[in-house]
Antibody
Framework: QVQLQESGPGLVKPSDTLSLTCTVS????????WSWVRQPPGKGLEWIGY???????NYNPSLKSRITISVDTSKNQFSLKLSSVTAADTAVYYC????????????WGQGTLVTVSS | EVVLTQSPATLSLSPGERATLSCRAS??????LSWYQQKPGQAPRLLIY???NRASDIPARFSGSGSGTDFTLTISSLEPEDFAVYFC???????????FGGGTKVEIK
C-alpha cells in the first residue's frame, strides 16, 4: 500500500521560498501523477499542481508564477517550491497521488503545517 | 474558470438519517467529479470518483450521482463516524486544472 510523507520547514519568513518534499513508499513514483494540495487553517482545499515522473507539470493558474514542482526518481520523491510567500500561504500542505491526470486523488500524505511569519 | 458551489454549508442530522449533499458547477462539465471526506486533523479520504464510482473500501451507504452541472453525494443512513466535512473536486477542461468545492459540514443534530 502506498504511503506519502511530507517534510520541510514548519516556519517560513515572508518573501522567502517555501520548500517541501514528499517521499513516496510502497509504490514507484514512475507509475502515477503526483500532486500538492493545500488547506489554510479552518478553510477549504486548493489544488497547487502536479508532476509526472517525466518532469511534465501542470500548475494552478492562480499560483503558476510562484510554483515549481520537481521530481527525483532516484529517491522516489517529489518537491514543491513556492516563492515570495505571504501570510496567505499559511496552510497545511498535502501531497497526494493521482491515478490519471486531473482526475481524483486516491492516496494522501498526512499533511504538514507551514506558517509564514517573521 | 469553473466554480463549484457546495450546499448546504452545514447539514445538521441525527445518526440513521439520510444526508444529501449538493455540488453545483458554474458551467456544464465532465463527469470527472470526485467526493472526499475529511475529519479534523486528518487528510481527505476519497469516497467517490467519476461522479458515481465508489472508491475501494468505501461502504455502500455512500453513493454519488449527477451530470452536467449538478452532482449529489448521498449517505443513506448516517453512522457516527460519518460526521465530517465533505468536499467535491472537479477537473476543468480549460484551463486544465482541478477545483475544489467549499465543503459541506455534516454535524450531529
Amino acid at each position: 500500500q502506498v504511503q506519502l510523507q511530507e517534510s520541510g520547514p514548519g516556519l517560513v519568513k515572508p518573501s522567502d521560498t517555501l520548500s517541501l518534499t514528499c517521499t513516496v513508499s510502497g509504490d514507484s513514483i514512475t507509475t502515477y501523477y503526483w500532486s500538492w494540495v493545500r488547506q489554510p487553517p479552518g478553510k477549504g482545499l486548493e489544488w497547487i499542481g502536479y508532476i509526472y515522473y517525466s518532469g511534465s507539470t501542470n500548475y494552478n493558474p492562480s499560483l503558476k508564477s510562484r510554483i515549481t514542482i520537481s521530481v527525483d526518481t532516484s529517491k522516489n520523491q517529489f518537491s514543491l517550491k513556492l516563492s515570495s510567500v505571504t501570510a496567505a500561504d499559511t496552510a497545511v500542505y498535502y501531497c497526494a497521488r493521482e491515478v490519471t491526470t486531473l482526475r481524483y486523488f486516491d492516496s494522501w500524505g498526512q499533511g504538514t503545517l507551514v506558517t509564514v511569519s517573521s | 474558470e469553473v466554480v463549484l458551489t457546495q450546499s448546504p454549508a452545514t447539514l445538521s442530522l441525527s445518526p440513521g438519517e439520510r444526508a444529501t449533499l449538493s455540488c453545483r458547477a458554474s458551467q456544464r462539465v465532465s463527469s470527472f467529479l470526485s467526493w472526499y471526506q475529511q475529519k479534523p486533523g486528518q487528510a481527505p479520504r476519497l469516497l467517490i470518483y467519476d461522479a458515481s464510482n465508489r472508491a475501494s473500501d468505501i461502504p455502500a451507504r455512500f453513493s454519488g450521482s449527477g451530470s452536467g452541472t449538478d452532482f449529489t453525494l448521498t449517505i443513506s443512513s448516517l453512522e457516527p463516524e460519518d460526521f465530517a466535512v465533505y468536499f467535491c473536486l472537479l477537473r476543468s477542461s480549460w484551463p486544465p486544472a482541478l477545483t475544489f468545492g467549499g465543503g459541506t459540514k455534516v454535524e450531529i443534530k
